[in-house]
């Protein structure tokens, strides 16, 4: 493929990610297959390689480049808890800056409402590197697609519901459990209030006060920009990244931990969490493709439990789905939360594959947040079907059935170890584990080749 078709290809599946963003879009015209690295023609293609450095514009370091007016405006709106009916929660909140921009409560699923006292439906995601997100399409472009099977990839959203960040982004301010305002009249009065207003209508004119609506999806573009634009969001500089670049060596642990998470006879982790780059990008650590993985049920949160009675804003999904038939189950793509795939069944139970950037900083994983550590991760993908009796549990602890957070009229969407993409359960020892939790710990930004102690010094990556 030439350099003019990857680029086309780019621009054809990026869309709306990237069509905001002149930076990244000068980045993608300006990639060079002949950088001798692995260059994707789509960001759905998953795959290992030789992975490309950072391109020449990138951004730089966090702190030395201004942001728009729109940006600058964005990121006052993220860190505005004024905004919210609690008077206590912004996105950072639980995308939190100091922790890669994801939750720091310890907590599976965040709490919200005008309380603070509503448990969320999932875990928060970090919003790291989210702006290279491409739409959702329901049939993603692979390298090999696969014959009368659907393929989803792309959108925001664990579930993908969400078409772009500037739509994502209106929603927590009139989420029920997340900032709780009622509609959108009463985020714009609440902003009315704030004493950077003047700075909002300089941006965007004072006419779009006019409708609450409008104000709404102003704000979402601010926010947008300041996520697209700001560097602290994609930073690339992980120890991987200045692995890749030369500047220092993996500990013999990384690499063999690299090798397990690379190799196709054992972790293939990369047929989803791709280390080849998007052109002109470097690794995002996922396809954005979607996956049913079986992920047990988390009994910390209170919907899953039954005995509640469920808040208006937790559909009671669960009836005719066949034994146990929970009250509520969260199917990702078929919903409930989102509504308009409910009838392609096939599709119950997946959901997107995360980028594995600052995973190690991440305190709960999985779209339920079911487990706390990279080491229960990595050992529920190795033994998810050897010891099935030691992750699926019921709040007793007694053994629960298979993928007991899937209807069982679901349970065949959960890939199988013979998964086209690559092994579900593979095929890793106890030391393999081990290796690609060091790994693992390699991805989170931060680290300084001039400085090679001061990184990952708290945590589970400590003393890695
Ligand atoms: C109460 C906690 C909470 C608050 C407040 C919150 N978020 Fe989130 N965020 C989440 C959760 C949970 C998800 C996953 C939701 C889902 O999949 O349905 C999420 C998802 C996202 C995503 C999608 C990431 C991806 O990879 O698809 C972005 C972007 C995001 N949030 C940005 C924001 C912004 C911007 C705000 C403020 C306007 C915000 N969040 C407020 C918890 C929160
Ligand atoms: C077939 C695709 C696929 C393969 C192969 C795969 N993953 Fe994943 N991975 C996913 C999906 C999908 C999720 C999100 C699942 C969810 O939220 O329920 C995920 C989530 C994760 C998470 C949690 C991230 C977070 O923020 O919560 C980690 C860590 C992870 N994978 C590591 C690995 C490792 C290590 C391997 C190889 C041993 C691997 N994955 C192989 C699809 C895959």
């Known amino acids: 493929m030439n350099k003019s078709t990857v680029v086309f290809a780019l621009r054809a599946f990026v869309g709306i990610a990237f069509a905001t963003n002149s930076i990244w879009t000068q980045a993608s015209a300006a990639a060079n297959p002949a950088l001798g690295c692995s260059v994707m023609a789509s960001p759905f293609q998953a795959g290992s390689g030789v ?108 579930d993908g519901r969400q078409p772009s960040l500037a739509s994502q982004a209106q929603q927590p301010f009139i989420s029920s459990f997340e900032m709780g305002n009622i509609g959108s009249a009463q985020v714009a009065a609440r902003l009315k209030g704030r004493p950077y207003l003047s700075q909002f209508t300089a941006v965007f004119g004072s006419s779009v006060l006019n409708n609450s609506d409008a104000t709404l999806a102003a704000m979402g573009q601010a926010i947008a920009a300041f996520e697209v634009e700001d560097p602290s969001f994609h930073p690339f500089n992980s120890k991987y990244d200045a692995y890749v670049r030369g500047q220092v060596a993996l500990t013999a642990q990384e690499l063999a931990g690299l090798q397990a998470f690379s190799d196709p006879s054992r972790g293939h982790c990369v047929s989803c969490h791709a280390t080849a780059s998007p052109a002109g990008l470097p690794a995002q650590f996922t396809d954005y493709t979607y996956h049913t993985l079986g ?31 929970h009250n509520y189950y969260d199917m990702g793509l078929c919903g409930p939360l989102r509504t308009d795939l409910a009838s392609n069944t096939s599709l119950c139970g997946s959901f997107k594959v995360p980028t594995l950037r600052n995973v190690g900083v991440k305190q709960t994983y999985f779209h339920n947040g079911v487990f706390s550590s990279l080491q229960d991760v990595v050992s529920f993908y190795a033994t998810r079907n050897s010891n099935p009796a030691h992750w699926y549990t019921k709040p007793d602890g007694t053994p629960d059935i298979l993928y007991n957070d899937l209807p069982v009229a679901y349970a065949k969407n959960v890939e ?49």
């Open 51 to 158: 992975p490309c450095p950072p391109p020449p514009n990138a951004p730089p370091p966090q702190g030395t480049t201004a942001l728009s007016g729109k940006a600058a405006v964005g990121k006052l709106l993220f860190g505005d808890t004024a905004l919210s009916a609690s008077g206590n929660q912004s996105c950072a909140t639980c995308h939190a800056p100091n922790n890669a921009f994801t939750a720091n409560n310890n907590a599976p699923v965040p709490l919200g409402g005008a309380a603070l006292t509503f448990q969320g439906l999932r875990n928060s995601p970090t919003v790291m590197y989210a702006s290279f997100t491409p739409g959702f399409l329901l049939n993603a472009p692979t390298p090999a697609p696969i014959a009368n099977t659907l393929h989803p990839g792309g959108g925001f959203m664990r």
């Open 295 to 325: 992920v047990p049920r988390n009994w910390k949160i209170a919907y899953n439990l039954d005995s509640a009675s469920l808040p208006p804003f937790v559909p009671a999904n669960g009836s005719n789905l066949g034994l146990p038939n």
């Open 416 to 464: 199988p170890t013979n998964h086209p993409g690559g092994p579900i359960a593979p095929n890793l020892n106890a030391t393999d584990i081990q290796n690609v939790v060091s790994f693992l710990c390699t991805l989170t930004d931060g680290f300084d080749p001039k400085n090679p102690a001061a990184y990952n010094t708290s945590g589970q990556c400590k003393g890695r």
